[in-house]
């Protein structure tokens, strides 16, 4: 198929009519982008549960960025970076913000949000300062309890009687002096027991 002059000329003319409609609309868009950046703004920036080694920066601006919080110990060199932790929308084409900044190890801390390459939101003109707790609070650890036995208490009771034991006393000595004509004894020796004086005549 033969291609006319006139053709080569009118695809070139189209081809290059869409690259600078193209360029254009991409100069367009960055201007809108940086017009929209330099309008940015952060409302109700507030830094938050702050520990011995974290703290929280939330606040809200306009949705769909993607924000960062700038940190270091050194206000002046601030080259460590913290993306959003949660973002939640809000009404009127706005989200709530929130950077959980950690692990973290000194005492002070100085941090600003970037909300794009061109905007920045900072302290009146200086970054935030963190201090850092001394240390993350511990509740009290309870002391093990000791258990203690109820006590018994011993009332002391009444001694009992010694036992009165009667000495032992040889029968044999205990014959009655007298005895009646039944046979039964009338006089027993001291000491001595009837039976006791039975057994002695008995054994005479």
Known sequence: MYITK???LKWSAIALGVILAGLLLWLVF???????ASNLTAADVKISD??????????QTTSGLTPVVKYGTDPANLNLLAPPTSVVDVDGGESLYCH??????GPTYHA????SPDNEVDNA??????NLLSGSAQPPVP???VAVSPTTLLIPTSAAAPTTVAPTVDFKLCCPVDANSDGQVVDIPSGCTAFDAIRCKQSK
């Not at 960055?30 to 929209?36: H, V």
């Not at 702050?50 to 606040?59: A, E, H, L, P």
């Not at 003109?125 to 963190?130: K, L, S």
């Open 6 to 8: 006139e053709k080569v």
């Open 125 to 130: 003109g200086t970054p935030f300062m963190i």
């Open 143 to 145: 002391t093990s309890a």
């Open 50 to 59: 702050i520990t011995s080694n974290s703290f929280t920066v939330c606040y």
């Open 100 to 105: 959980k900044v950690f692990p973290l190890v």
């Open 30 to 36: 960055q201007y809108i982008q940086r017009s929209r």
């Open 112 to 115: 600003i949000v970037q909300l």
